[in-house]
């Protein structure tokens, strides 16, 4: 099946530093992915769509200047926390699908935690 | 905008017993999906329902696509340890939705499963 990679699993940052986070689809291209941000035992929200060669789409209320996206390839999405504060520590997960009739696949997240 | 309301919020139960949650929506969808979560992990495709009263089966899990499709629900049998986790719901609009349509995906609020051994 369908298998997403994402890289870090976990990172702790000082608060005003900047985090990458890379998500890759091993198995498929993928010209859009998803990232998610989920706070402890609540549902996944969605975050931003990221389209291959083009601008992000962020959702109402997300900083697309402090949530940075990049999806440089066909298999390479990455999400930028720029100047992270504690508030932006959390779980962050990305998903792609492999197209139409492709369920949605995610990747195993990553845990942020900003000091 | 849409939502989708999935109950049980949690769940305890004994080792072998059998599991059943659902999700319910005012709007309909046209696309359902069911996924585990384990904890500090992504969540994993369980099963995809794209039609209407359409019944799936994976192992012991069987999802149904309810025939308004306003509902969904999944059961697992005979649970084990290894079911402990949060199950999430998601619909979509779309039938056989896929793709960059996925950014319209909503999910439940999850069922958190604890099984005693």
């Known amino acids: 099946g369908a298998v997403v990679s994402q890289h870090p699993s976990w990172v702790i940052c000082k608060s005003g530093t900047s985090v990458k986070i890379e998500c890759r689809s091993l198995?498929?291209?993928?010209?859009?992915m998803f990232w998610y941000r989920q706070f402890p035992k609540q549902s996944l929200m969605l975050m931003a769509t990221?389209?291959?060669?083009?601008?992000?789409?962020?959702e109402q209320g997300v900083e697309k200047d402090k949530f940075l996206i990049n999806h440089a390839s066909l298999t390479l999405s990455t999400l930028t926390v720029t100047s992270a504060h504690p508030e932006d520590s959390s779980f962050y997960i990305c998903?792609?699908?492999?197209?139409?009739?492709?369920?949605?696949?995610f990747g195993n997240g990553t845990r942020l935690t900003v000091t | 905008g849409q939502q989708l309301n999935q109950s049980p919020q949690s769940m305890f139960i004994q080792e072998g017993e059998d599991v059943s949650m659902n999700c319910t929506s005012s709007?309909?969808?046209?696309?359902w999906l069911w996924y585990k979560q384990d904890p500090g992990e992504g969540p994993v495709l369980l099963i995809a329902?794209?039609?209407?009263?359409e019944l799936t089966s994976n192992g012991r899990l069987t999802a149904q696509f309810g025939i308004t499709r306003k509902d969904s629900f999944l059961n697992i049998s005979a649970s084990i340890p290894s079911d402990v986790g949060i199950y999430f719901c998601?619909?979509?609009?779309?039938?056989?939705?896929?793709?960059?349509?996925?950014?319209?995906?909503?999910f439940g609020q999850g069922t958190i499963l604890t099984v005693h051994p």
């Open positions: 198995d498929f291209q993928a010209t859009t």
């Open positions: 709007s309909i969808f046209n696309t």
């Open positions: 998903s792609g699908s492999g197209g139409a009739n492709s369920p949605l696949h």
């Open positions: 998601a619909g979509h609009p779309r039938p056989n939705a896929g793709g960059t349509s996925y950014g319209k995906l909503t």
């Open positions: 990221s389209n291959e060669g083009s601008k992000a789409t962020y």
């Open positions: 329902l794209y039609k209407a009263g």
